[in-house]
């Protein structure tokens, strides 16, 4: 399995040289390396500038936060697939005054992948948003049978009262905070 659909667990080892290597744990793939860990650096200079990016682009009072989340674990590659697809086939076409989004991909504890979006507008956040997104999110991910998760586990909506809240929101999409 490439890394980028791999979704079993990983264990970190840290080389002589300082560079963190991520190896997988069980299954056939046991013991196999899949590379390099992002530097802390990289990590960190990307994050800030989505970040700038998005405080320039973005009014907090016409932008809200989405959490995308999944039914069982899902790989990297699936996850910002779907997402993108929601983006550009749902939000965009649907939605003249979308103004900008922003996508924050973020593992879950015990690996799989969900996301995050800043979504912005140009005028109001539109009514129908969050139905349009579940809707659409739900068709665009693995299903499970059985799952005990329901719709609010899958999306969940917020918009914002302060600039100083949509500020720590970025602030926690950073991947290099604790």
Same mark, same amino acid.
């Given at each position: 399995?490439?890394?980028?659909?791999?979704?079993?667990?990983?264990?970190?080892?840290?080389?002589?040289?300082?560079?963190?290597?991520?190896?997988?744990?069980?299954?056939?793939?046991?013991?196999?390396?899949?590379?390099? !860990?992002?530097?802390?650096?990289?990590?960190?200079?990307? +994050? *800030?500038?989505?970040?700038?990016? =998005?405080?320039?682009? =973005?009014?907090?009072?016409?932008? !809200?936060?989405i959490v995308l989340g999944t039914y069982v674990k899902q790989s990297f590659a699936s996850i910002k697939k779907a997402v993108s697809r929601l983006i550009k086939r749902t939000l965009s076409a649907k939605y003249p005054n979308l103004k900008a989004t922003f996508k924050f991909a973020e593992p879950y504890e015990k690996n799989g992948w969900h996301a995050h979006l800043?979504?912005?507008?140009?005028?109001?956040?539109?009514?129908?948003?969050?139905?349009?997104?579940?809707?659409? +999110?739900?068709?665009?991910?693995?299903?499970?049978?059985?799952?005990?998760?329901?719709?609010? *586990?899958?999306?969940?909506?917020?918009? @914002?009262?302060? @600039?100083?809240? @949509?500020?720590?929101?970025?602030?926690?999409?950073?991947?290099?905070?604790?």
């Amino acid at each position: 399995v490439p890394d980028y659909e791999y979704i079993g667990e990983y264990d970190l080892q840290y080389a002589e040289d300082g560079k963190v290597y991520k190896i997988r744990v069980g299954g056939e793939d046991e013991g196999l390396v899949d590379g390099v !860990c992002k530097g802390y650096e990289s990590a960190r200079a990307s +994050w *800030h500038a989505k970040k700038m990016e =998005c405080l320039k682009s =973005c009014d907090y009072r016409k932008s !809200c936060e989405i959490v995308l989340g999944t039914y069982v674990k899902q790989s990297f590659a699936s996850i910002k697939k779907a997402v993108s697809r929601l983006i550009k086939r749902t939000l965009s076409a649907k939605y003249p005054n979308l103004k900008a989004t922003f996508k924050f991909a973020e593992p879950y504890e015990k690996n799989g992948w969900h996301a995050h979006l800043i979504i912005s507008f140009y005028d109001e956040i539109p009514a129908d948003l969050y139905d349009t997104i579940l809707s659409s +999110w739900k068709k665009r991910i693995v299903p499970s049978t059985g799952s005990l998760k329901t719709d609010k *586990h899958l999306v969940v909506m917020r918009t @914002f009262s302060s @600039f100083d809240e @949509f500020v720590k929101v970025l602030d926690y999409l950073n991947p290099t905070s604790k």
